[in-house]
T-cell receptor, first 113, second 108 residues
Framework: DTEVTQTPKHLVMGMTNKKSLKCEQH?????MYWYKQKAKKPPELMFVYSYEKLSINESVPSRFSPECPNSSLLNLHLHALQPEDSALYLCASSPKTGGTEAFFGQGTRLTVV | SQQGEEDPQALSIQEGENATMNCSYKTSINNLQWYRQNSGRGLVHLILIRSNEREKHSGRLRVTLDTSKKSSSLLITASRAADTASYFC????????FGPGTRLSVLP
């Protein structure tokens, strides 16, 4: 199984809502990543988890809260988002950080209304 | 973290032609990778070239690496409409950080 599965595929949420994005991989990878991507822009790194510990937070606002409950699962909790947070959110994994290949999920298309 | 910078930012060619895109980076690397992203979807790893390699092939893809110039190129031969996508390079390091990418359009 070489897949990274993200759910949901699409999400519409109000600015007062709380929602979560989920990412799962069963490749035994110990590094997992969240990216945000706006239209016609490259993916921007948000968070990196290494061995279930947060190793990188790229100055992301606190309304985004990552969680890594176990080595296969990565969540991104969303609260009090702004319309400008609407984007494609991508999850990726790799055997370890500084590795040779990252595997990406298909993303969650988030719209904040 | 290290970052590649792709060039050109947009490229439009006819089906059957070759497409060449370039990547420049700033610091020493152990490897460089190319990824493809179809519109609104996840990135797909295409090919990795190590710092001690100068050229690598995979099907219709040819990647070169010039560590003295800190640059790499990706050549797609005999392009197809299905090659229409954005292409990104990434260098090894702590994380996978991407440059602006090259948006390739292959016209039928």
């Amino acid at each position: 199984d070489t897949e990274v599965t993200q759910t949901p595929k699409h999400l519409v949420m109000g600015m007062t809502n709380k929602k979560s994005l989920k990412c799962e991989q069963h490749m035994g990878h110990r590094a997992m990543y969240w990216y945000k991507q706006k239209a016609k822009k490259p993916p921007e790194l948000m968070f990196v988890y290494s061995y279930e510990k947060l190793s990188i937070n790229e100055s992301v606002p606190s309304r985004f809260s990552p969680e890594c409950p176990n080595s296969s699962l990565l969540n991104l909790h969303l609260h009090a988002l702004q319309p400008e947070d609407s984007a494609l959110y991508l999850c990726a994994s790799s055997p370890k950080t500084g590795g040779t290949e990252a595997f990406f999920g298909q993303g969650t298309r988030l719209t904040v209304v | 973290s290290q970052q590649g910078e792709e060039d050109p930012q947009a490229l439009s060619i006819q089906e059957g032609e070759n497409a060449t895109m370039n990547c420049s980076y700033k610091t020493s690397i152990n490897n460089l990778q190319w990824y493809r992203q179809n519109s609104g979807r996840g990135l797909v790893h295409l090919i990795l070239i190590r710092s001690n390699e100068r050229e690598k092939h995979s099907g219709r893809l040819r990647v070169t690496l010039d560590t003295s110039k800190k640059s790499s190129s990706l050549l797609i031969t005999a392009s197809r409409a299905a090659d229409t996508a954005s292409y990104f390079c990434a260098t090894d390091g702590q994380n996978f950080v991407f440059g602006p990418g090259t948006r390739l359009s292959v016209l039928p």
